[in-house]
């Protein structure tokens, strides 16, 4: 095992570049899954992977339907039963790339500056997948892959996987595993590894509001009808006091509390908000005042508003009583929280607040619970060990403000837990412009992929 | 006089298809000064109403550049220098058609169904400048013209008119007149002739809140930045009270109070709450509950929210925090209140307001008085006198809560009053989808305009 270890990890270095360059290829695809117009990019980029994963010697590789995006699967079951079996999790879709203007370099032409590539999802995730099947192709080419490994990457993670646990369940035999290895995490810092034990759940509505039948002339009668633009802008505030709680009744009643353990092991992190105000470029923070901001980030839920409009948002001026005004309202949620419980709570709300001045309706879009996983199983402290190898110190425990669907997917339908892999660095503009993967931190992921597999097995 | 006054008439009557496809021409002009894919459009509209005046025999006809659209102007000074001198204004700009989809017709194809004319413009007011000149065209093709005239058609109205003041400053001498003929206006039904006496005036503002530097990951950092479009529906919130008063410090200082005997003369008006239910199809009316409805379009300002956007407004889901965020916000203004000075409170009242959580930025785009004229004036007694004879009935007196920005200018610079004319029902969606003029009261109208001039030489 040693012998192949060292000869996995020399193969990992001397193809680096040719691992980058399939990357490129990989990111080339504008596989937003949001927007209707890339309908046939997804197809495109699910059929690539799919051939890459055959090139690599990948066997039973499909490329399922769903009712969205299709799902991308394959084994490579060599290990032999004694050995355990993980499934692979990963996402090949991305976010839009909008604000376009504010890329350096356009979104869909991964481009190299200094030790960065910059793209839309270098980070998010498709360098995170590119990063395990180096390792495996590593291992594979240099003696036999240690672990038995399945292979899963939907479609539609950004869009809050609504057709995976309906194909985990159709498929539930086939994705049999001992763990499952979610590669869709990162690390403090290039310097600071780090293992992820808790992801936020999600809930995201639509808020629609509709005053008058139709737009009026803001002079013929400004002052007898309630402005839409306006009426939701009211409803909006009513969600958060000045301190940033959330003022919605029920919100937080199924919040599990932090314990005080946690808490000091949360305070270790080098994350205080300076940190934040850097990332942020923010002119102060903000947030709920008892809890500190890498707390806020984790172990607590949030309500934000991810997109406003109504009315003439055009250049120039309109003077116009919009009639009709919606906001993309989402829900980061922390254990035990339910994101329709959450909808309950969110339409008891309007119907407290909301003035008979308006009609509004709010739909619930997509939904995932939250997860906590056990950060002292073999699983989690394998990859501890692994980083320890290749980083030489001791990787931070954290707890993750994204969500991660599958997880607690995998966890109430495949009864496994996920370790949270990935190496995804704070800076890397996730979802925003100029998203980038820091390259010699995907280098050692890759070697730390190698050591986690091998130390599986020993 | 009574004879011509008779033969005019009879040439309005038999004219009135003549009229008609005039005025179709003119509106399918895409004149949306707002909107600069239309500069040409602009140009183009100038033109063709210059044209038009030269076709009625109108002299010193020139289109008079400014910083931003052009000015059409024209004379017909032959009655006289006994004759009282009118200085017709009028502009040639609409409002945007957006949004299209509302339209029954194309908005730039004027189409008749049932009494009405639909397109945009049709009433606002590119149907009220060919109702005068056709009113023109009956006296001169029937005889003399018993007013000196002089014709100011401008292209800047629906974005504030902010060059016209400019205009007139410069054009002082050319402009001499006894009063100015506004044709803007509108009368309160088909069957309720009304002079309007008071118009209010605009305030223009655009207000920008940024938050973080840019767009964030609303997993990765939701929680400790204060989301852009949260903070902005929170500070749009805190200018009204939840009764619909404006909350703004200052705000109603330079309102001048409605007299016992102005309110009793609105009261009389027809316009009771259901009124305004029934145009606005909103599901209850809103605002001061110390004023009627009558009262609050007319004598009381307004705050309005035109039109809000922020962070991602596509079709489906992104977990984005907004960076940035932005409202127009117009305050409809009564004497004796100051543009500039509502300008002031506003940004005053967002010094006091917007937390250190974010950065923002209050931009002044246009600003107009608002104006009051005396309707005891023989400029509009003779004007009364006229619906009286068309209508067979006595006008309405009321205020309008629109804006038109050169009664004020014209009052300032050359020292005259305006009298409001104009036939615009107010179920003539102004600003709206399926902008309509009424035909059998534009041709009401038309022979108003006939008596009037007659009128005032009698």
Known sequence: MAVQREAALAYARTHQNVF???????????????????????????????DYLRSLGVTRVNIYPTDGHPVVYGELITAGPNAPTLLVYGHYDVQPPDPLDLWESPPFEPTVRGERLYARGAADMKGQI?????????????????????????????????H?????TRHKEM??????????????????????????????????????AQDLHSGVYGGVVHNAAQALAELIATMHDEKGHITVQGFYDQVRPLDEEERQALQRLPLDERFFLERTGAPALWGEPEYTPVERVGARPTLEVNGIIGGFTEPGVKTVIPSQASAKISCRLVPDQDPEAIYECLRRHLETHAPPTIRWELKYIVGAKPALIDRKSRWVQALAQAMQTVWNREPFYKREGGTVPVVAQVKEILGVDSVM????????????????????TWYRGIETYVHYFCNLCT
Request: glycine share 8%; hydrophobic share 45%.
């Open 421 to 440: 892999a990935g190496f995804i660095l704070p800076d890397a503009d996730l979802h925003a412009p100029n998203e980038n993967l820091h390259l010699p």
């Open 20 to 50: 980058l360059e399939t990357l490129k290829e990989f990111l080339r695809f504008p596989s937003v899954s949001t927007l209707e117009q890339h309908r046939a990019d997804m197809e495109t980029t699910a059929r690539w992977l799919a």
């Open 130 to 162: 590119i990063g395990v099947l180096a390792a495996v192709e590593a291992l594979i080419r240099t003696g036999d892959l240690p672990v038995n490994l399945k292979f899963m990457f939907e479609g539609e993670e950004e869009i809050g996987s609504p």
């Open 164 to 168: 995976l646990a309906d194909f985990i």
């Open 175 to 212: 994705l049999t595993c001992d763990v499952s290895l979610n590669a869709d995490a990162g690390i403090m810092g290039a310097e600071e590894p780090s293992i992820t034990y808790a992801l936020r759940g999600l809930a995201y509505f639509e808020l629609h509001v509709q005053g008058p």
